[in-house]
């Protein structure tokens, strides 16, 4: 292997100049979004991706340290994901490779398949916050969801006489809740006493994929649920470890926040 020689003068300083600099004008820029979404596991991702790909300004509230949610793993820590008919056609589109293992059902590579997911994300224009979780919501004027309150995560970990870290607020026009089993907008808000959530089913794999997709949409004004916070919200059975429905719902909710957009510059007084 050639010998490499790093010859610039750039030092320890500068680095961390570069890490503040630009996440601060990023942060900065991100204070105020056309969509903020709650959660990065597939159907967020999906979301974010063809909301960006229309040059929406996305941004993506994460609680963990990685993207991808139980999409990395697959099932019972066997990382194959499957995908049922028709939700294949978006692995073609992203460029996955997959194998037919029966008529209908299409397995690949969950890391790989994530990975490209992330990528065409990032790629679309979708800014992310890590290690961020949800505290609240920005309810105005008592009827529209308007943004959410954030902490960072390990805020959570404090000893309780340390942890009086007070939240920031990010605005929006949307917020898509896309947080999975734990639905944690959509309870912020049933705490509230805006809506009752029944909480999710049991298993029904059949039933569940179609039911998570025709049920993605504005459970609130202000706020779109998708993936398997749907489940949560309607009392769906779950689906376990299949991955198409997650996509298609994210399709699906990006599609409605489209709508809600167009209606929005139409008529700026609903915001």
Known sequence: MERVQFTSQIG???ITRAIVKTFTEEFEKYAESDVIIVGGGPSGL?????????????????????????????????????????????????GVRYEKFAEGLYVTSSPYACSKLIASACEAGVKVLNMTQLDDVVIKEGNKVSGVVVNWTPVNALPRNVTCVDPIALESKLVIDASGHDAVVVRRLEERGYIKVPGMGAMWVEKSEDAVVEHTGEVFP?????????????????????????????????????????????????R
Not at 229 to 255: I, K, N
Request: charged share 20%; aromatic share 6%; glycine share 12%.
């Open 46 to 94: 999906m979301a974010g991706k063809d909301l960006a790909s229309k040059g929406v300004k996305v941004l993506i509230v994460e609680q963990n340290n990685y993207l991808g949610g139980g999409f990395w793993i697959g099932g019972y820590l066997m990382n194959p994901a499957t995908f049922r008919h028709p939700s294949q056609k978006i692995l073609d589109e992203l």
């Open 222 to 270: 202000g706020l779109i649920v998708c993936g398997m916070a749907v489940a949560e919200t309607y009392g769906l059975p779950r689906m376990g470890p299949t991955f198409g429905a997650m996509l298609l719902s994210g399709r699906r909710a990006a599609e409605i926040a489209l709508e809600k957009l167009a209606e929005l510059a139409l008529h700026p007084s609903l």
């Open 12 to 14: 320890e300083k500068d």
